[in-house]
């Protein structure tokens, strides 16, 4: 089998032993790379129930067949973990130029274990691993980090992936950064490299996969880019970004406002994607490897945060604090984003917080000066929680901490809060936040985008779960490849199958490719099950059954239907 390197990399940081070991081909086939081989590996290297911000934890850094390729959207690298957030499997993926520098240095996978004795940074050239202490970087943001090292390494052309002040906290929520705004960004992975006392990793290299016939690569990338370059779905992404998911969600009235209580956000047009780029010409950025660009680079040029520059704000942190925290202008929401992105934490989990924090103090739970929309003190109450001071040590505990102290009902699923696609809306969306192995996440299955287009109605409950599952088993094997969920509509079972066969010289039919994929499915909720997850961890918290302000609602008997129907299709 070509197109992987066959080699996978232990970094010991409590011994300082670095050692490689061969991965074979029936390995290889099997788990397929990417998110596959990285969950066989998470399982190897750790016992049943671990903390996962303990010594022996281990953390994964794997890319994929694709990596480097000329295929698009192939520029991509994951991590992997047990969550510190919700105690169960942890995935987080990210773009930019960085997954092709991982990939250089020759290997599928690199897997860390141990402790740091002081904060150190990592540097990875093709075989050689050195580890260097950095007191200089203790508590510095994400951006100074990365420059500071990039610049550094320079003459070996080395990027780097970087934690901020909230990862060294160990704040469950946080995230690891690169090129600057690109972030791995749920369920706290920052923590896990945190914990190890890992400020940043550089890698650098010049390995290149060997494929068996670039030609037949080439011709495929040309004929997808001839055939979808202009396409109205990409070109809309190209123009609007994520942030035309603002006025659509709010036509649908799911459009989460005011902490999940509506669906509709009065001044949704003062923070859409027409004001982004009637207000601030934005324009567009993509990663290597990519022709959607969906990456909107803005700049603030007037006012109170003239000056900053982010790639961004995308749909689901505009969502997170324009809607649920009420922020009611996009320069706030960017100044909000770049706070986060530079502490390193989760815009996602921090509007959450931020909004239950409000919710909180107007229930008189909390006694703390904060209001809807207030962006000064959410900006505080966000350096806070980075640096776990006063109200921000219990903040950073997370979600579902929160409501088992204050008992005032709060929106997650396993201790991770919804994207902004409203589940008493979207049904099936209900039930991707449900099963999904990593809480209520959006990126599983992305089933906003069948239930938006019609594909199927969003309030229907039969056969919503047969089209959950190939929806989730597809983009499990974009994950073991590594792709971008942007080209989820361009890639179906035909093209992954004619992909990865192309890339490794295998000539495995699309049913091969769908058992594949459901295996790495299986095994990630195997994963689960050892760290103890029973069927009420499949079951959202309470607030997704109470209705909105409009009176959309999701019926427990409904959900408890579709999650029965999940379970028998998928053998379970």
């Not at 940081?13 to 998110?35: A, N, Q, R, W």
């Not at 299955?445 to 056969?463: A, R, V």
Request: proline letters at 4%; aromatic letters at 12%; a neutral charge.
């Amino acid at each position: 089998m070509e197109g992987f390197y066959k080699r996978g990399m232990l970094i010991n940081l409590t011994s300082k032993i670095v050692s490689s070991f061969d991965i074979d081909d029936t390995t290889l086939l099997k788990y397929s790379g990417g998110k596959g081989l990285a969950t066989k590996y998470l399982l190897d290297y750790s016992s049943p129930n671990f903390d996962p911000l303990s010594e022996d934890a281990p953390l994964i850094i794997a890319t994929g067949v694709v990596t480097g390729s000329k295929i698009w959207g192939s520029s991509r690298y994951g991590l992997f973990a047990k969550s510190p957030l919700t105690h169960f499997y942890a995935e987080s993926y990210s773009g930019g130029k960085l997954p092709e520098h991982i990939s250089l240095t020759g290997f599928d996978t690199i897997i860390l274990t141990g402790k740091s004795e002081k904060l150190s940074y990592i540097l990875i050239n093709n075989n050689k691993v050195e580890i260097f202490e950095c007191p200089e970087l203790a508590n510095q943001g994400t951006y100074y980090t990365e420059e500071f090292l990039q610049n550094k390494y320079a003459g070996i052309k080395a990027r780097a992936l970087t934690i901020g002040p909230a990862g060294e906290n160990c704040v469950l929520f946080s995230v690891v950064e690169n090129d600057k705004w690109r972030s791995a960004g749920r369920c706290g992975l920052g923590a896990v490299l945190g914990s190890k006392r890992i400020k940043a990793i550089l890698f650098a290299g010049d390995n290149k996969r060997n494929y068996p016939d670039q030609t037949e690569i080439d011709t495929y990338s040309s004929n997808i880019f001839t055939t979808f370059k202009d396409s109205p779905p990409v070109n809309n992404y190209k123009k609007f970004g994520t942030p035309m998911m603002v006025a659509l969600l709010n036509k649908f009235n799911a459009f989460p406002t005011q902490y999940w209580e509506k669906g509709y956000c009065d001044f949704w047009e003062d923070i859409s994607a027409d004001t982004l780029i009637s207000k601030f010409k934005s324009r567009a950025k993509a990663c290597k490897r990519c022709f959607i660009a969906c990456g909107k680079l803005t700049s603030i040029r007037e006012g109170k945060y003239k000056g900053i520059t982010i790639e961004g704000p995308e749909y689901e942190t505009i969502y997170a604090f324009g809607g649920l925290c009420l922020v009611k202008s996009l320069d706030e929401i960017i100044y909000l984003n770049d706070i986060c992105d530079n502490l390193g934490i989760d815009t996602i989990t921090s509007g959450n917080i931020i909004g239950y924090l409000i919710k909180l103090v107007e229930n008189r739970k909390i006694d703390y000066q904060i209001t809807w929309g207030d962006t000064d003190k959410i900006a505080d109450t966000l350096t806070k929680i980075a640096f776990k001071k006063d109200i921000g040590k219990e903040l950073s505990q997370g979600i579902k901490y929160l409501e088992k102290k204050y008992k005032i009902p709060a929106m997650y699923v396993k201790g991770l809060e919804p994207a902004g696609y409203d589940p008493r809306i979207f049904k099936g969306m209900a039930l991707s936040y449900g099963t999904s192995d990593r809480g209520a996440c959006h990126l599983r299955t992305t089933f906003y985008k069948p239930e938006i287009s019609g594909i199927i109605p969003p309030e229907k409950i039969e056969g919503k779960a047969a089209l959950v599952i190939e929806y989730e088993d597809r983009l499990a094997f974009f994950d073991s490849l590594i792709l971008c969920r942007f080209f989820r509509d361009i890639y179906g079972w035909e093209d992954l199958t004619k992909i990865f066969n192309t890339l490794t010289g295998l000539q495995l039919d699309t049913n091969q490719i769908k058992k594949i994929a459901s295996n790495i499915v299986n095994i990630t909720r195997f994963f689960n099950i050892r760290e103890g997850l029973t069927r009420d961890d499949d079951i959202p918290s309470s607030k997704f059954f109470e209705p909105t302000f409009e009176g959309n609602s999701l019926k427990y008997e409904d959900y408890d239907y579709m999650l029965k129907d999940y379970y028998k299709l998928r053998g379970w």
